[in-house]
T-cell receptor, first 115, second 111 residues
Framework: NAGVMQNPRHLVRRRGQEARLRCSPM?????VYWYRQLPEEGLKFMVYLQKENIIDESGMPKERFSAEFPKEGPSILRIQQVVRGDSAAYFC?????????????FGSGTQLSVL | SQQGEEDPQALSIQEGENATMNCSYK?????LQWYRQNSGRGLVHLIL?????REKHSGRLRVTLDTSKKSSSLLITASRAADTASYFC???????????FGTGTRLTIIP
């Protein structure tokens, strides 16, 4: 069984461009979480989605950031007009439909570098 | 602010010794989990302990939870070079779905 798949693994953008990060959860998982990690720091929660619904976006900046998890296809984290401060590792995690706060399965992350 | 705070921030020990890491948190939880992260990789779940449990074992891992002190410890026995990684605690809170991660302990095992 494939794990959580994230792509691209590395993404380089210039200031002002858009960044699109993709995440395919594990088969059978309908809950997706996005986290951001700065160097030498822990993971900061951004957003929690179920299919076609944003459940909790309390960790997402109000501007420039958006996330979706359509009925078909991967979850997308979109960052518009990127700035240098957006440079970080972005991790996606998934969990099965049942069980709250149960263990998460993480992808290998997307390292975003903004020049 | 982070829910969990691990200490120490960094720990270096000789191979074969035991490693102990601690995690403190602030609010009521329904479970606490420990994850490992190898450099440049995603997190891997190690063990979950529920708020009504005090101790749990998995292989060379032993986790304790003291809800009165809002703290947990992770013990890795007979450490190996492959245990070199960052270790994070994460708390699951009543009333919401997300896990909140601590700042991590960087563990280095010296061969």
């Amino acid at each position: 069984n494939a794990g959580v798949m994230q792509n691209p693994r590395h993404l380089v953008r210039r200031r002002g461009q858009e960044a699109r990060l993709r995440c395919s959860p594990m088969k059978g998982h309908s809950h997706v979480y996005w986290y951001r990690q700065l160097p030498e720091e822990g993971l900061k929660f951004m957003v929690y989605l179920q299919k076609e619904n944003i459940i909790d976006e309390s960790g997402m900046p109000k501007e420039r950031f958006s996330a979706e998890f359509p009925k078909e296809g991967p979850s997308i984290l979109r960052i518009q007009q990127v700035v240098r401060g957006d440079s970080a590792a972005y991790f996606c995690a998934s969990s099965p439909q049942t069980g709250r706060n149960e263990k998460l399965f993480f992808g290998s992350g997307t390292q975003l570098s903004v020049l | 602010s982070q829910q969990g705070e691990e200490d120490p921030q960094a720990l270096s020990i000789q191979e074969g010794e035991n490693a102990t890491m601690n995690c403190s948190y602030k609010t009521s939880i329904n479970n606490l989990q420990w994850y490992r992260q190898n450099s440049g990789r995603g997190l891997v779940h190690l063990i979950l302990i529920r708020s009504n449990e005090r101790e749990k074992h998995s292989g060379r891992l032993r986790v304790t939870l003291d809800t009165s002190k809002k703290s947990s410890s992770l013990l890795i026995t007979a450490s190996r070079a492959a245990d070199t990684a960052s270790y994070f605690c994460a708390t699951g809170n009543f009333g919401n779905e997300k896990l909140t991660f601590g700042t991590g302990t960087r563990l280095t095992i010296i061969p």
